[in-house]
C-alpha cells in the first residue's frame, strides 16, 4: 500500500519576521497579512493531493509564532517545529520526519507559489508506476517550489547551493548520479521580491481562483 504525506515550509505571518525581500517596497504589516494569505492558499490547493499527513514545519517556532500560524493553519494540517541549523538540514529533517509517519512518498513544499497549479503534482504523485522517482516543481528563478521523494535522499538534498539559481540544475547532477529519473513538472514563481508582487496581482486580477484568499488580501488591502 502506498501512503503519501504532505509538508509545507513556513514562517509565522509576523510583521518583520516573514519575506524580508519584500519589505523595501511594503510595509510589515501588509506583507504579514499577504504572507497569511498566500500559506492558506497553498495549503488549501495541496489538499489536491490524497495523503494521510499533512505537516506545517515552522522555521521560527517561538511561543508567538506557533500562536500565530495556529491561527492560520487549520485540519486537517499539524504544526511541526523545524530543526536544522540552515536550510539543507531543516528540510533533510522534514523530509525524515514524513517518511517517519510511514510514507512511502514525501512531498514538500514552499509557501510562497499560492497560484502554482497542483493538476502536475497530483497527477506524478499518484502515478504507481513511477513511484520510485523523485518529483521537482522548479521555480523560475532556478530553484524549486515542490519537491517530492519516494525515499530519504540526503545525497540529493546535502548543501545544495541555496539561494542560487543553481539549485535546480545540482539537483538534475545529483539525481543522474545517483541513477534517479527526476520528474520536473511545469515551472512557476515565487513571490520574493517586490516585483513578484506586481506580478501576482495582475495574474490574480485575471484569474482569482488560482488564489482565491489572496486574491481577496491583495483587493481588500489596497
Given at each position: ?102 510514507a512511502s512518498f514525501a512531498v ?16 506524478a504523485v499518484s502515478d504507481t ?94
Amino acid at each position: 500500500m502506498t501512503t503519501t504525506a504532505v509538508g509545507v515550509l513556513a514562517s509565522a505571518p509576523l510583521a518583520g519576521r516573514c519575506k524580508p525581500g519584500l519589505l523595501a517596497a511594503h510595509c510589515p504589516v501588509w506583507v504579514a497579512g499577504l504572507h497569511a494569505a498566500m500559506l492558506r492558499d497553498t495549503l488549501d490547493g495541496l489538499q489536491a493531493v490524497d495523503a494521510a499527513h499533512y505537516l506545517v514545519f515552522v522555521d521560527d517556532a517561538d511561543a508567538e509564532a506557533l500562536a500565530t500560524l495556529a491561527r492560520h493553519v487549520p485540519g486537517p494540517w499539524e504544526l511541526v517545529a523545524q530543526v536544522g541549523a540552515d536550510r539543507g538540514e531543516r528540510l533533510e529533517h522534514a523530509f525524515a520526519t514524513l517518511f517517519a509517519r510511514g510514507a512511502s512518498f514525501a512531498v514538500l513544499a514552499a509557501s510562497d507559489a499560492p497560484s502554482a497549479p497542483n493538476d502536475a503534482l497530483v497527477e506524478a504523485v499518484s502515478d504507481t508506476v513511477r513511484r520510485d522517482d523523485p518529483v521537482v516543481a522548479p521555480s523560475e528563478d532556478g530553484g524549486y517550489h515542490v519537491l517530492g521523494l519516494p525515499r530519504p535522499l540526503p545525497r540529493l538534498l546535502h548543501d545544495l547551493p541555496w539561494g542560487t539559481p543553481a539549485v535546480l540544475e545540482t539537483l538534475r547532477v545529483r539525481a543522474r548520479a545517483e541513477a534517479l529519473t527526476l520528474r520536473e513538472l511545469p515551472a512557476w514563481y515565487d513571490v520574493d521580491h517586490p516585483s513578484d508582487v506586481l506580478r501576482l496581482v495582475d495574474e490574480l486580477r485575471k484569474h482569482p481562483e488560482r488564489a482565491p484568499r489572496t486574491a481577496q488580501f491583495l483587493v481588500t488591502s489596497g
